[in-house]
């Protein structure tokens, strides 16, 4: 149930293309079937970060299972990654990764 949320203040021209690729991305970096990975982008939203409205992300990452060891390496990839989609600078994106209880995810008329 991997959920991807790419908050940013830059607009994407393409977005279904970063979405494909955040979506491979995502899957590849958890170790998942893309089948459950969901991405979503809000793009050339309002932002500001240190006092200025340079590009700028801020990524939300749920995972079931989402480990602490692997957040560090996860992170790399990702402000890797919108860097080269977006040209935001990595200094510029806060990444926020939840691994909430499977009792507390729903899907398919269940939880897992």
Aim: proline share 4%; with cysteine; charged share 20%.
């Amino acid at each position: 149930m991997p959920y991807l949320h790419i908050h940013t203040n830059v607009e994407i021209a393409d977005k279904q293309t970063l979405l494909r690729i955040a979506s491979s991305e995502t899957a590849a970096m958890l170790g998942k079937p893309e089948a459950y990975v969901m991405v979503q982008i809000s793009d050339a939203s309002p932002m500001l970060f240190a006092g200025t409205d340079a590009p700028l992300a801020f990524v939300e990452l749920k995972s079931l299972g989402l480990n602490t060891t692997q957040t560090e390496a996860i992170s790399l990839r990702l402000c890797a990654l919108l860097s080269r989609e977006l040209g935001v600078d990595a200094a510029r994106i806060y990444i926020e990764f939840a691994a909430p209880e499977r009792a507390m995810f729903g899907w398919d008329g269940g939880t897992f």
